[in-house]
């Protein structure tokens, strides 16, 4: 599989989890999707990372997205190894971890990143939109467990150009003002940002973020 690129569909697949067997594209269904993978099971920062994303599940649903962890590890590793992030992390991991024991999985998606691990896979995320196209992807090196917080800003700035035609500019976070997309014209501007906009340059205008 050649490496994905942003708009390409997110290859689908039907994988053995430590919740049973998910149908990657069936699951995800109208949702918003991450898809992250982690090198190996009962490992340090692996551990942090997972029970992270627990904590963050009330955040992931809030804005309908749903999360699957991967690793090239089997189902009752991942059942064990759920024990101990509950306990260390003091969370409930209530999310699927993929067992992609033959790699068909982490292959799909490019995981596995030879000249750095040929046997398992780098720190991954795929996030997908309600059309299951790609539209973020970041690799991290196993040694750097990943900011979830980023993933969230993200997918928050995702869903205002999706739904609020609205980008976010540098360091954007929840909150500060946005950029009106160039393919909106002036003309349309007074009935889609009723909040105002100042228009620094023709091509730089900005908004107070729409959904707030
Ligand atoms: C970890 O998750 O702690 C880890 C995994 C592989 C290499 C380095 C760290």
């Known amino acids: 599989m050649a490496t994905l690129r942003l708009g390409d569909i997110a ?118 939109g309600p059309d299951k196209k790609v539209k973020l992807t970041i690799t991290y090196p196993a040694s750097t467990g990943r900011n979830f917080d980023e993933l969230l800003r993200v997918i928050d700035s995702l869903q205002l150009t999706a739904y609020h035609k609205v980008a976010t500019p540098a360091n954007w976070n929840q909150g500060d003002d946005c950029v009106i997309v160039p393919a909106v014209t002036n003309e349309q501007i007074p009935e889609l940002f009723p909040k105002g906009h100042t228009e620094i340059k023709p091509y730089l205008r900005v908004t107070p973020q729409p959904n707030v």
């Open 11 to 128: 290859p689908d697949f039907t994988a053995q989890t430590s919740i049973g067997e998910l149908k990657f594209h069936e699951w995800l269904g109208d949702n918003w999707g991450i898809l992250f993978s982690h090198p190996a099971d009962y490992t340090p920062v692996c551990t942090t990372e997972l029970g992270t994303v627990a904590k963050y599940s009330e955040e992931f649903a809030n804005r309908n997205v749903k999360v699957a962890a991967l690793s090239v590890d089997g189902v009752e590793s991942h059942k064990g190894w759920i024990v101990d992030i509950n306990e260390t992390q003091e969370t409930t991991v209530n999310f699927p971890i993929i067992a992609d024991e033959n790699k068909r999985v982490a292959e799909l998606y490019d995981m596995i990143h030879p000249n750095a691990d040929n046997q398992l896979t780098v720190r991954s995320v795929f996030i997908i």
